[in-house]
């Protein structure tokens, strides 16, 4: 079973005063042509497709073309949840309709969990999609008072998960939560006040593979098991060492998984430089000129207006 994992696209986002949509759509063709190469039996995006409850509407148009290029053009069967960023009413309209084409959305959590089953030459893969746990919203679903945070809430929900799986299956759950120990960056909005939001790996256990998003580095979180595919673009300077990817994910007939970390190259890099205002404006021009640049002055003295004059430069 072969799956393509991606997250955290948030598309429609603003950098620095700066509309992204052009360099998403530039990467999300490049993730579309990965697709048509690899041809993978899924594609799972796990939250964080818009950046906001209200997206733009050249986020919704960008989005509505990918889906379409993924699901009607390339016949690929595509598991989506919402982020903490989404709304769930508007990510999940026309789920019913969409999945007769092979789009599964989960906006909403429900009181119980839905499964998608995939098949291969060594059975089928059981997958769970479960979107963004809001505590508020699981108290209500499950009936249960005592879940008073973020942890507490994706624990009761994974554990419904783990019991309603089909027996004798391989098992994916797609989610989008903070594990303990993982990394994260500046451009992540916080689950959740201190550290009630973060869950324990073990939270996971008896999954043949877990697809994460929230965080916006690829990693493993807490074994080989469980990843984040990372974020779609570098979103902060704090970014800047990041190399974005997306995960191709092979099962074999035993659920053992092998995770291979496929590069996205961005229309403009996020970088970080260095020096004094007279070398930089002095140094040779080149191929990067349009990267978005976060400058640190070295200079001891006063300038005049360095930030027009590096901006011209």
């Not at 839905?114 to 963004?132: F, K």
């Not at 902060?236 to 997306?246: D, L, R, Y």
Request: proline content about 6%; aromatic content about 6%; glycine content about 8%.
């Amino acid at each position: 079973m072969r799956i393509i994992h991606t997250a955290d696209w948030h598309l429609g986002r603003i950098f620095y005063g700066v509309r992204l949509i052009q360099d998403q759509a530039y990467a999300l063709d490049q993730f579309i042509d990965l697709v048509r190469e690899t041809k993978p039996d899924a594609v799972v995006i796990a939250g964080d497709v818009y950046d906001r409850a209200v997206p733009p509407p050249e986020a919704v148009s960008l989005l509505d073309e990918t889906l379409s290029r993924l699901v009607i053009d390339l016949k690929t069967r595509v598991i989506l949840i919402a982020g903490n960023h989404d709304s769930p009413e508007r990510l999940g309209f026309g789920t019913r309709l969409l999945s007769q084409s092979g789009l599964h959305v989960a906006g909403r959590i429900g009181l119980d969990p839905v499964w998608s089953s995939l098949a291969d030459s060594h059975g089928t893969v059981s997958v769970c999609a479960i979107p963004y746990a809001e505590p508020a919203l699981v108290r209500e679903r499950l009936g249960n008072p005592e879940l008073s945070d973020h942890a507490a809430a994706m624990r009761a929900v994974i554990a419904k998960a783990r019991e309603t799986r089909p027996r004798g299956t391989r098992s994916v759950l797609v989610a989008h939560a903070f594990v303990i120990g993982s990394e994260e960056s500046e451009s992540e909005r916080p689950l959740s006040v201190g550290a009630t939001g973060a869950i324990e790996p073990s939270v996971f256990d008896g999954f043949s593979f877990v697809a994460l998003g929230h965080l916006h580095r690829p990693q493993r979180a807490g074994n080989d098991r469980i990843h984040y595919s990372g974020s779609l673009l570098q979103y902060s300077f704090s970014e800047a060492t990041h190399a974005k990817s997306v995960n191709l994910v092979e099962l074999d007939a035993a659920g053992r998984c092998r995770v291979e970390r496929i590069p996205l190259t961005p229309r403009r890099a996020v970088r970080c430089v260095t020096g004094t205002l007279e070398a930089l404006l002095n140094a040779p021009a080149g191929s990067d000129a349009d990267d978005y640049l976060s400058v640190t002055l070295l200079d001891k003295g006063p300038v005049f207006d360095p930030i027009g004059r590096l901006r011209s430069k």
